[in-house]
């Protein structure tokens, strides 16, 4: 039984069976079935994917209303950074951070602060003995839930420490606590702002034994036009934001790769080439790599399917914030450095991976070679006329007694026409191949 809470969803009374989103899931977790798509829950990674794809806005994104921030006394805001770049000629972050508080926030605290927190963790943690590189980023949640789901043998190499997003509820929460003595765990609500959905299902979820310490996930457009009508220009804000270069190149792709110093490293982003690329590191056909940071929007954050700008307009207007910035404003000062044992998770979730077809070995290898012995006797067009994305995942439904065989019409229609099902395999085997 699927336990996961989902944040992407479907609303059936938009949808028209068109097909567009099986053919882009990466995970093959939706099926078009008595002309509506479903998703299974037990493949979803709530990348956002198909609520960008969909023609008919069939999928949607839940978040929490901010209504609900008001059921605490004290509200702390996490702005991801990607906020930032959602407001055009925005020349000082500080004018965002003062809107949120103007608009009912008690307190901020910036999530690019705490990316420049990880991001010296990450330089420690890659100098580390014993290991297994190259470290993949786990800041996405997506990529984490695609490595357990897909590509379970990479799980060790995912890098252990928390995202930006949590250590900023936490030290946002000492913080209030220690100006704060009178206020009970509570009466604080944390509430992050984000770029897309796959924050949601963390919070709604944790990771693995951990469990969030946010309160609330808000959607950036959803609160993007409040909190427009509370920036205020005509006054110079205070300036309270502490974060550099290093924390607002975050929300790019890019960002916190280069962020660790290093040569060996590689960004890459949307969810078709992170599956490229955890493909070849699973193979081991990529070169030498200390550090890998993927993505599952494109071009980063910025391109989550809860923002409001264009994420290229997004990105450039970063570009131009950062160059006002320091570097950092958040190193590590001394020579005893080390890692807080609060600011790793000790497991990561151990979800059924989806290769796995039967409850055994034996069953599964049986499984594998019906599904290829139907895959040769189908059209092989991957035309998605049957609900499925694939011919390969139609064979893997038929075998698992999801779907029937007569569901292929293009099958069905070659028959009754007495043409080869598979005209291009037909040929091979007169050839004798």
């Known amino acids: 039984m699927n336990t996961y809470e989902h944040s ?15 053919k882009r899931c990466p995970t093959e977790a939706i099926r078009v079935d008595g002309g509506k798509a479903k998703i299974n829950p037990d493949r979803c990674i709530d990348c956002g994917e198909c609520i960008r794809i969909c023609p008919h806005h069939a999928k949607i994104a839940t978040c929490n209303k901010l209504d609900h921030l008001y059921d605490y006394k004290w509200r702390i805001a996490l702005p991801a950074p990607t906020l930032y770049g959602q407001f055009e000629n ?65 799980k060790d190499n995912l890098l252990p420490i928390l995202p930006p997003m949590e250590i900023a509820a936490i030290e946002a929460r000492k913080k209030a606590k220690r100006e704060h003595p009178e206020l009970e765990d509570g009466d604080i ?50 300036p309270v934001s502490k974060s550099g270069m290093i924390g607002i190149s975050w929300a790019t792709s ?48 910025v391109g989550g399917v809860m923002t409001v700008e264009n994420p290229f307009i997004a990105k450039a207007r970063l570009q131009t914030l950062r160059r006002y910035l320091p570097v950092s404003q958040n190193f590590l000062e001394g020579d005893d450095k080390y890692i807080p044992s ?35 006797e189908l059209p092989g ?7 499925a994305p694939n011919c390969r995942a139609f064979a893997e439904d038929v075998v698992k007694g999801e779907r029937s065989l007569e569901s292929c019409v293009i099958r069905a229609h070659r028959i009754a026409n007495g043409e080869p099902v598979n005209p291009e395999r037909a040929e091979r085997k007169a050839d004798g191949i």
Do not use: W
């Not at 049986?366 to 599904?371: E, L, P």
């Open 254 to 301: 890019g960002g916190e790769a280069a962020a660790i110093f290093n040569d060996k490293y590689l960004a890459a982003d949307s969810i078709e080439n992170v599956v490229e690329m955890l493909d070849q590191i699973e193979n081991g056909t990529i070169p030498p790599l200390e550090f890998i940071e993927l993505n599952a929007c494109t071009g980063g954050c």
């Open 8 to 22: 992407v969803s479907l609303d059936p009374s938009r949808c028209t069976g068109c097909t567009t989103c099986i």
């Open 90 to 154: 925005l020349e000082d972050v500080d004018y965002v951070l003062q809107g949120l508080l103007d608009m009912g926030f008690n307190e901020v605290y910036e999530v690019s602060q705490a990316a420049e927190i990880v991001s010296e963790y990450t330089r420690l943690y890659i100098k580390a003995e014993g290991i297994k590189k190259p470290v993949i980023s786990s800041a996405c949640p997506v990529i984490a839930r695609l490595i357990g789901l897909r590509f379970p043998y990479l």
């Open 189 to 238: 609500g944390v509430c992050f702002i984000s770029p897309c959905p796959a924050k949601t299902s963390y919070v709604k979820n944790g990771f693995g034994s951990y469990k969030s310490n946010v309160d609330l996930v808000v959607s950036m457009s959803d609160i993007y036009f409040s909190l427009l009508n509370h920036m205020s220009r005509d006054k110079v804000p205070e």
């Open 342 to 376: 609060e600011y790793f998770f000790e497991d990561v979730p151990d979800y059924k991976p989806m290769n796995r077809l039967g409850g055994s070995i034996g069953e599964s290898m049986r499984m594998m070679s019906d599904i290829q012995k139907l895959r040769d």
């Open 381 to 387: 067009i991957d035309c998605g006329s049957c609900g």
